[in-house]
């Protein structure tokens, strides 16, 4: 059974251990629950067996370092929420924590929420692959909604500052067929349009020569709202679906 408020820091191991002492006392886990928690693995597994727009059916097999494989794939999990607590944002960091009585449980309940199955997701696990990419490409800053902004371009044969990595993957893209395919695999219907045209930004994004991080602190705190807005409701969207799947 598949609870959909677990939280993955739960279960992987000294996660909140001097929790605030590490990255320089802007606070990090000791190990990543996309590799470390069992249970994002069975979960991830147990989710996204099934049958692929394409006509074929996808088997997961759980491997090492959280890792799953199926069909000469190798799938990691990736988080689709990010916070931006970087030392390059220190600054910002600072008046966000001085705005409000008590930043650090913020940020404890923040990820206690967003460590949930409905912040995760898998890609193809390689060498510079998409999880790794996007994070480090300045366009996307780690962004899931300018990620997945990037793959609906790419399914229109349109440039983006992804297409290199998602185009590196075609085999593994063209098992969703196209966008609204690959949207609705994945239960990300939440964060488009009705009629798949369009991304619902997480903020006032317009396009790839913007900043992608939140430069104020109404922003950035708008922003994380937003994130696990989505969350809640891909955690609910994916609740009717594993009921139906039962019944």
Known sequence: MIDVNFDFTSDSPHYWDNFWANSGGLGGGNYDPDSASKTMQK????LWSKQLPNGERMELKCVDNGALEWG?????????IVSF??????????????????????????????????GEII????????????????QTSDRFDL??????????????PLFPVLN???????????FKGFVDFFFLNDLVAEDYGAVRFW????????????????????????ELTFVEARNSRLSINIKCFIK
């Open 43 to 46: 979960y991830h597994q147990e």
């Open 147 to 160: 990620t997945l902004e990037c793959i609906r371009r790419y399914y229109l044969g349109e440039g983006n």
């Open 123 to 138: 890609f193809p696990k390689h060498r510079n692959s998409i999880n790794q990419t996007r994070g480090t490409n300045p």
């Open 203 to 226: 903020d006032e994004w317009r396009d790839f020569s913007n900043n992608p991080i939140p430069e104020t602190v109404d922003h950035y705190l708008r922003f994380l709202q937003n």
């Open 168 to 178: 590196s993957d075609k085999n593994f893209f063209d098992l969703f067929v196209d």
């Open 85 to 118: 607590r970087y030392q390059k944002q220190r600054k910002l960091l600072e008046d966000v924590a001085s705005s409000m009585d008590d930043y650090r449980a913020f940020v404890e309940d923040f990820l206690h929420r967003s460590y949930t199955i409905g």
């Open 72 to 80: 000469g794939f190798r799938f990691g999990s990736d988080s689709i």
